[in-house]
């Protein structure tokens, strides 16, 4: 079976600047996320510091722009201080969040200058769970003020003579969630994020500040949170965060490859909310959202069968937690919601893939063994590799698919940027039976065109993983015929195709 889709884009379109920081990416203290992931000295490819360079050439190869750290929930019951100094006089800690030991033999040190190896911007989150405005600050002139004062002569004494220069940072993580360490009401959490943020701007006005916004779309306090919280805070902040994960249903495969559509409704809704708020305060400051905690998640999985094994257990260091391993289904979601953010490039100011390593990541490891890409590598790379110039939301006529959770959906999902004479086109066919023939039509004449796809194997299902063992899913070169204005691709059932015109000149 064969549809037809058509893809029409304007490439003279006055579209958003591609927002780069949308390919940021996460690591929280939690699972083999860091240790017996990022770090494991005595692996064979540690260097100096314990960090493996087989997981650092992926992460390079990722593509990612920016890194959140050090949680998560794990952030709620952090101590900062703990994780500077000599490693050999860190205190062991419990790690509630995660019902872990934590053991700081990496902390802000490491991990800035592994990031920077990494080429990632450091994003860094205040524990406003179990403490407040002053550790905020602390943190803020340990890491950023030049020198001449305590703190900021104790991160020179560490090791640090520059500051690090922290310009992104995020108030707190999750507050309205009842699992959150410090758990709060709007209003609390919004006082608190307000007056943490107004000591922070005192002592470096140009930080860019995140306010926690809702842990997901269905939290039953959604959209009062953001409103009470952005009433606190609209001149103080620069972003509110979004978190979305999203899983499939036994029996709903439709439902779930729909997601982008999900993820495009809930942004929607917290767009309107900040601009609700800008006309009741008349604020006119300009405030994105930072989805800055999004993926595929089995959480089904995880309530019901891991977190009551973990949390009744004793506390491990660097326990094997949510190491989901993703198929091509979840790829080809993964792809969509990229698409999602891009379509959103207006609002959307930056996103964070969560996690990582090992931790529903893009990269897995084995202690003493290899690290390798997962399935949803691939979409994540091809696209923060290609998005460059500005977005265009391209015209697509396509076939259509019922789903159960998000009504009609279209089957081929699109977004475009343009820089220059390089037109790209990111698709993703949610349709499981079919292959479609697509007819990308551009307002002007193209030169060359290729295309990848990422799709089922030969041999393979929608369930094919890659594993330690074997790795099936990789793009694959799929053929693009040029004619005139057009290019011709067809995409296979389940599949994320990214297509590169060059136009003429
Ligand atoms: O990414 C895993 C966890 O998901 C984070 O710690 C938390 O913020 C979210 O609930």
Same mark, same amino acid.
């Given at each position: ?17 591609? !927002?780069? =920081? ?29 960090? =493996? ?16 750290? !050090? ?9 900062? @201080? *703990? ?13 509630? %969040? ?17 990031? /920077? ?20 600050? *602390? ?23 520059? !500051?690090?220069?922290? =310009? ?9 969630? #009842?699992? /959150? ?9 919004? =006082? ?23 842990? $997901?779309? @269905? ?30 249903? #036994? ?43 999004? $993926?595929?998640? $089995? ?8 977190? #009551? ?13 949510? @190491? ?27 996103? $964070? ?40 939301? !391209? ?45 990308? *039509?551009?307002?002007? @004449?193209?030169? %060359? %065109? ?20 074997? /790795? #099936? ?30 136009? %003429?000149?």
């Amino acid at each position: 079976m064969t549809s037809a889709t058509r893809i029409a884009v304007a490439t003279n379109a006055d579209g958003p600047a591609v !927002p780069r =920081r949308v390919f940021g990416t996460f690591v929280e203290h939690m699972g083999r996320c860091v240790y017996d992931g990022i770090r494991e000295s005595a692996h064979p490819s540690a260097d100096a510091n314990g960090f =493996r360079a087989d997981v650092l050439e992926l992460v390079r190869e990722l593509g990612a722009t920016v890194v959140r750290y !050090p949680g998560g929930n794990f952030v709620s019951g952090y101590r900062w @201080e *703990d994780g500077v100094g000599p490693r050999d006089q860190r205190p062991v800690r419990l790690d509630a %969040a995660w019902h872990s030991t934590e053991t700081n033999q990496v902390g802000l040190h490491e991990f800035a200058d592994w990031a /920077q190896a990494a080429g990632l911007e450091l994003m860094e989150a205040v524990n406003l769970g179990t403490r407040g405005v002053a550790e905020a600050a *602390d943190l803020l002139e340990y890491t950023n003020h030049p020198g001449g004062t305590a703190l900021s002569e104790r991160r020179r004494q560490n090791g640090r003579d520059e !500051p690090f220069d922290i =310009r992104l940072w995020c108030l707190g993580n999750e507050m309205d969630g #009842p699992w /959150q360490i410090g758990h709060k009401t709007a209003d609390e959490y919004g =006082r608190l994020a307000a007056e943490s943020a107004r000591l922070m701007r005192f002592i470096d006005p140009d930080i860019e500040l995140v306010a926690a916004g809702s842990s $997901n779309h @269905e939290m039953p306090t959604f959209g009062e949170w953001e409103r009470t919280v952005l009433r606190h805070t609209a001149e103080l902040v620069d972003h509110i965060s979004v978190h979305a994960y999203y899983e499939e249903t #036994p029996g709903d495969p439709a439902s779930f490859l729909a997601s982008g559509v999900a993820l495009g409704r809930y942004l929607d809704d917290v767009a309107a909310i900040i601009d609700e708020v800008r006309a009741e305060t008349g604020s006119t400051r300009e405030i994105g959202i930072s989805v800055d905690e999004w $993926n595929v998640w $089995n959480q089904t999985r995880w309530n019901e069968v891991d977190k #009551p094994r973990v949390f009744t257990g004793d506390w491990p260091v660097a326990p094997r937690l949510i @190491e989901d391993d993703y198929t091509v289904t979840d790829a080809v979601v993964v792809g969509s919601l990229l698409i999602t953010l891009l379509r959103h490039a207006d609002r959307v100011s930056m996103a $964070n893939l969560a996690q990582l390593v090992n931790v529903i990541a893009p990269i897995r490891t084995e202690p003493g063994g290899p690290a390798w890409r997962q399935t949803t590598f691939f979409p994540f790379q091809l696209t923060a590799a290609a998005a460059h110039g500005t977005v265009v939301v !391209p015209t697509v006529e396509s076939a259509s698919i019922e789903t159960a959770k998000h009504g009609v959906v279209a089957a081929v999902d699109a977004v475009a940027t343009v820089n220059g004479d390089e037109i790209v086109v990111f698709a993703a066919h949610r349709d499981l039976d079919a292959s479609t023939e697509v007819v990308i *039509d551009l307002d002007r @004449e193209i030169a %060359a %065109a290729d295309a990848l796809v990422v799709t089922v194997p030969a041999g393979g299902d929608r369930h094919t993983v890659n594993s330690a063992q074997a /790795q #099936p899913v990789a793009p694959a070169s799929l053929a693009a015929v040029v004619d005139g204005t057009r290019v011709r691709v067809t995409l296979p059932p389940l599949s994320w195709a990214r297509i590169t015109l060059r136009a %003429a000149r």
